[in-house]
Nanobody, 118 residues
């Protein structure tokens, strides 16, 4: 199990930027694919962006060109840089560590609120 702690959420105006960080508690972070999900009120949780342990990234169409996911295996962190934020980006954002390729399971952070409002 990987313990994950998110930080960096908050209130921002449309067009603004935020950077979310996810810190992992264990060195097996290097053997985990990382992702950011979000859940808006009344909606299902959805994948925002993912990055493999080798650095291959994937993005939801709704955030392509605006969000960037990155990771630092030495620091055991995964980050989500969010630019040009829109009202519809408002949600609770969750960090996920997926170790299924190594015979493990999923771990989740507690979530961090991102609110885009004028």
């Amino acid at each position: 199990q990987v313990q994950l702690v998110e930080s960096g959420g908050g209130l921002v105006q449309p067009g603004g930027s935020l950077r979310l960080s996810c810190a992992a508690s264990t060195s097996i972070f290097s053997f985990a694919d990382m992702a950011w999900y979000r859940q808006a009120p009344g909606k299902q949780r959805e994948l925002v962006a993912s990055i493999t342990n080798g650095g291959t990234t994937n993005y939801a169409d709704s955030v392509k060109g605006r969000f960037t996911i990155s990771r630092d295996n030495a620091k055991r962190t995964a980050n989500l840089q969010m630019n040009s934020l829109k009202l519809e980006d408002t949600a609770v954002y969750y960090c996920n560590a997926n170790r299924r390729r190594w015979g493990g399971g999923d771990s989740w952070g507690q979530g961090t609120q991102v609110t885009v409002s004028s």
